[in-house]
């Protein structure tokens, strides 16, 4: 493996984990909404807690659809 694609794991991995950490924030969060929060903070935590699961998502694929076209550009 050359130092561009060492470079490129080591971004992939970078991606996952803050996705990773977003999503289990996020999830935290949702489940202190629904069960602590009362009124408009429980509102906005639920709208919050909702944007970190969806940036989540998109982090995870932007690093998932790198891997897949990088593949295929060395095939």
Known sequence: MDAGGRDRSRA??????????LAVVGLILLLLAL???????????????LLLLVASYAIQYVARRDTLYRDRRRR
Request: positive net charge; proline residues 0%.
């Open 12 to 21: 992939r991995r970078n991606r996952l984990l803050l996705a990773g950490l």
């Open 35 to 49: 069960t602590v929060a009362n009124g408009t903070v429980a509102g906005v935590e639920v709208v919050l807690a």
